[in-house]
């Protein structure tokens, strides 16, 4: 167990709530006194801290006079203004939202009482508590946040109805664990995607959500923050995106190519020939080309700490060695070129004339891809090596 000061923990404050700022000088004192009138109704030792991201309307001075403690952060971005905060946070646990009113700080009683029955993270449901109407984008209300949230679901198995709700809670000691590293709006959902993949306890609880009462456009940008946070997914999806399909497919056409060499199928009157064959090639190379890709995504995810390492990086640098592909690449050229030389004596006997296409190509097809396959597999390898090197450069640096 680690030490509470290690942790940065003051044993005698409960919760801290912190709120990313940016030029939220009409709203703040209102988020800032609802948080405070909940630790003196509810008899807990709070704190409010605002991560200010570079306001120039006064937020900062607004904010301490209030009594809330202020942290400036120089590094742009929600995520970064957040991680500021966290850090600074004295709290056995943290509740973070927004700091436009559009969320309820006098409602943190949920929040709290799934946390000190032991649940790890804590995320508001809006869809359950209610939207008032205008506080969210139909865009967002109908179609991204419900699609992002049941990706989530469907890949990564969380029980969480709105992955991007912003009003949520955690424990203090869960961030070490979590060591989160998103600066933009995509660090919700690396948050959330992370805990599930350490198998801490995630609960939801329900929320509200009201318009935004700065009276100007938000600082969330649909398309850009919703694009990252995709790729953030896909990223972090689990080997199902890309190993298992790609392992399928290398199958697929590897076991019906080989059937294809030896001679014709016929299933229900339905012919499968060369013409079949040479799709089974292209099933095999785009089959290995996800398989590798899957594994040297997952690897630099967890090179730039967006995800748990889980021992991959020391799998990965201690079995996958440049040698050992070149080794492996070299063996499918030279069968490749085996095949080559035998169709070149074929055609040589025949006087360099016309070949019989459907028993040459049975060679043919299989020797291309062979040889693709072979320079595929060397130069994987080679991209393995640059992208360990990098790592380690980057480590030792």
Not at 263 to 286: M, S
Not at 360 to 365: E, K, L, P, S, W
């Amino acid at each position: 167990m680690r030490d509470s000061e290690s942790q940065g923990i003051d044993m005698g404050c409960e919760l801290s709530v912190v709120i990313p700022c940016l030029n939220e000088v009409r709203t703040l004192t209102s988020c800032i006194q609802k948080a405070q009138g909940f630790f003196r109704r509810a008899g807990v030792s709070g704190e409010v801290v605002v991560a200010d991201n570079g306001s120039t309307d006064g937020s900062q001075e607004l904010a301490a006079n209030l009594g809330a403690r202020v942290v400036l952060v120089s590094q742009r971005g929600y995520g970064a203004a957040l991680r500021a905060g966290f850090e600074a946070a004295h709290g056995r646990y943290i509740v973070m939202g927004d700091g436009d009113d559009s969320y309820d700080f006098s409602a943190l009683a949920p929040f709290l009482e799934r946390l000190r029955a032991g649940d790890d993270l804590v995320v508001g449901n809006r869809f359950r508590g209610g939207i008032a109407p205008g506080a969210m984008p139909p865009m967002h209300q109908y179609f991204g946040n419900p699609l992002l949230s049941l990706f989530a679901r469907i890949f990564f198995r969380v029980p969480i109805g709105d992955v991007y709700c912003g009003l949520r809670g955690l424990r203090r000691t869960a961030l070490a664990e979590l060591d989160l590293q998103s600066s933009g709006m995509e660090f919700a959902l690396e948050m959330i995607v992370k805990a599930r993949l350490l198998k801490m306890r995630i609960s939801e609880v329900p929320t509200t959500l009201s318009p935004d009462g700065r009276g100007r456009p938000p600082h969330l940008n649909t398309w850009r923050d919703g694009r990252r946070s995709l790729l953030l997914y896909f990223a972090s999806m689990p080997s199902g995106f890309l190993l298992y399909p790609g392992a399928v497919l290398m199958t697929l056409g590897l076991v019906v190519g080989t059937m294809i060499v030896a001679r014709p199928i016929t299933i229900y009157d339905v012919h499968f020939d060369v013409h079949t064959l040479l799709y089974c090639g292209a099933a095999v190379l785009l089959g290995f080309q996800l398989v590798t890709y899957s594994i040297v995504l997952r690897f630099l995810m967890v090179a730039a700490r967006l995800l748990p390492d889980e021992g991959l990086a020391r799998r990965v640098g201690d079995n996958l060695k440049l040698e050992h592909g070149l080794s492996v690449g070299l063996v499918f050229i030279t069968a490749g070129l085996g095949g080559v030389l035998w169709l070149f004596r074929v055609w040589q006997a025949g006087s360099f004339g016309d070949l019989d296409p459907f028993l040459t190509m049975r060679i043919a097809i299989p020797s291309a891809t062979a040889i693709t396959l072979g320079l595929e597999v060397a130069f994987a390898a080679l991209f393995i090596s640059l992208a360990k090197w990098h790592v380690r450069a980057r480590a030792s640096g």
